[in-house]
């Protein structure tokens, strides 16, 4: 019963410093997506996969890359953090046709 | 990029009141969809809506999938304290995996 998996729950890094947000689903979805949430802002989509081996950007992809590793896990890097990226971070997946986005518990990340 | 007009953006109410909020976009949807966060966790579907002029309830609350498609309402009858949270709204183009949120709505219960 454990749906979307996302680690870590906090992070806190320095200007520069690179790590990756993990994700990982269990209901044998076809699409993830990554979602920053800010104050104010809603829900903002940095990038998604509609398929094993397949990413396309989303609304705000810059400072980011992705990689879907296999169909259960779908990985967000930072290469180079800062501050503009301190952010809540969500992953989600989605079966299709119309079936209903089931999302991870969140990542707080803080960038000094 | 594209994210949908969400209104009020906070309310401030009294347990036992109506709850209203509403959404709009300037592009039309197939699909709209309700979501509610507590805090610390990820949001969490309340209601999905797949035909214009669909009216859907779910408990005390009701949505409704605007005519134009272009618009969305969720209300929420006689409130209760665990209502508390944020409420987004959420779009689906045609043929389209990506899903575009609105700003969310903050609802408080005054004691």
């Known amino acids: ?9 906090f992070q806190v890094l320095k200007t520069g410093q690179s790590m990756t ?10 699409s993830m997506y990554w979602y920053r949430q800010d104050p104010g802002m809603g829900l903002r989509l940095i990038y998604y996969s509609a398929s094993e081996g397949t990413t396309d950007k989303g609304e705000v992809p810059n400072g980011y890359n992705v990689s879907r590793l296999n169909k259960r896990e779908f990985s967000l890097r930072l290469e180079s953090a800062a ?3 301190t952010s809540v971070y969500f992953c989600a997946s989605y ?12 990542t707080q990340l803080s960038v000094l | ?18 709850v209203s909020m509403n959404c709009t976009s300037s592009s039309i949807f197939n699909t709209w969809l309700w979501y509610k966060q507590d805090p610390g966790e990820g949001p969490v579907l309340l209601i999905a809506l797949y035909k214009a002029g669909e009216l859907t309830s779910n408990g005390r ?3 409704q999938f605007g005519i134009t498609r272009k618009d969305s309402f969720l209300n929420i009858s006689a409130s ?7 409420y987004f709204c959420a779009g689906r183009g045609f043929g389209n995996e990506k899903l575009t949120f609105g700003t969310g709505t903050r609802l408080t219960i005054i004691p």
């Open chain 1, 83 to 85: 501050p503009s990226q």
């Open chain 1, 21 to 30: 947000l993990q994700c990982a689903q269990d209901m044998n979805h076809n």
């Open chain 1, 95 to 106: 079966k299709g046709s119309n079936e209903k986005l089931f999302f991870g518990s969140g």
């Open chain 2, 80 to 86: 209760i304290p665990s209502d508390v949270g944020i």
């Open chain 2, 61 to 63: 609350l009701t949505a």
């Open chain 1, 1 to 9: 019963n454990a749906g979307v998996t996302q680690t870590p729950k």
């Open chain 2, 1 to 18: 990029g594209q994210q949908l007009n969400q209104s009020p953006q906070s309310m401030f109410i009294q347990e036992g009141e109506d």
